[in-house]
């Protein structure tokens, strides 16, 4: 069966550290993964999605990036952190014939 | 913008009431999702409906949609405590692209 995991669980930075955020999924291949951010009692911001090793859509401008290095493996990365990176993030994945996402448990990011 | 929004955006009810979620979205579809968050965890999928239909089930939950209404509907019967939980309705749109579009949520509270 397929499994989504991510980690940290909850980490707290100062404002302008880098930050290094994991999601690794297995029991599938050349899944599409996706990365969410939600502000407290929100709704998900989709920040990136990947359809393959190396392949990386942006959805909204800003201080983070993401890269896919292999094929089960997603990294939400900032350089230096804001204030306003503080949220719940959240990566997902879903076969890519479409249907239903399936979430990791998510990492509370609080930068002070 | 959002392409699902969701109404109420809180509800409060007794158990063993019947509760029920309203999400409208903007543009044409290929499926619309709901899914389960409970206070900071992953979202759950819960019940996928096609375009091409109207109504479905899964034990207590019953999804409907009206595609010329753009609008879809979430009923949970005879709700129970544990089922207090923020619910998301999300949509693929059927413009070929990876992307699925969530609401911000209705937060259910179900007193005991």
């Known amino acids: 069966s397929q499994t989504i995991h991510q980690w940290p669980a909850t980490l707290v930075q100062p404002v302008g550290s880098p930050l290094s955020l994991e999601c690794t999924v297995e029991g599938t291949s050349n899944p599409n993964l996706y990365w969410y951010r939600q502000a407290a009692g929100r709704g998900l911001q989709l920040l990136f999605y990947s359809v393959g090793i190396g392949q990386i859509s942006s959805e909204v401008p800003q201080n983070l990036s993401a890269s896919r290095p292999q094929d089960r493996q997603f990294i939400l990365s900032s350089k230096k952190l804001l204030l306003s990176d503080s949220g719940f993030y959240l990566c997902?994945?879903?076969?890519?014939?479409?249907?239903?996402?399936?979430f990791g448990p998510g990492t509370r990011l609080t930068v002070l | 913008s959002q392409q699902g929004e969701e109404d109420p955006q809180a509800l409060s009810i007794q158990e063993g009431e019947n509760a029920t979620m309203n999400c409208s979205y903007k543009t044409s579809i290929n499926n619309l999702q709901w899914y389960r968050q409970n206070s900071g965890r992953g979202l759950v999928h819960l019940i996928l409906i096609r375009s091409n239909e109207r109504e479905k089930h899964s034990g207590r939950l019953r999804v409907t949609l009206d595609t010329s209404k753009k609008s879809s509907s979430l009923l949970i019967t005879a709700s129970r405590a544990a089922d207090t939980a923020s619910y998301f309705c999300?949509?693929?749109?059927?413009?070929?692209?990876?992307?699925?579009?969530f609401g911000a949520g209705t937060r259910l509270f179900v007193k005991a």
């Open positions: 997902a994945w879903r076969p890519t014939s479409g249907g239903e996402q399936f």
């Open positions: 999300a949509t693929d749109p059927n413009t070929g692209g990876f992307k699925t579009i």
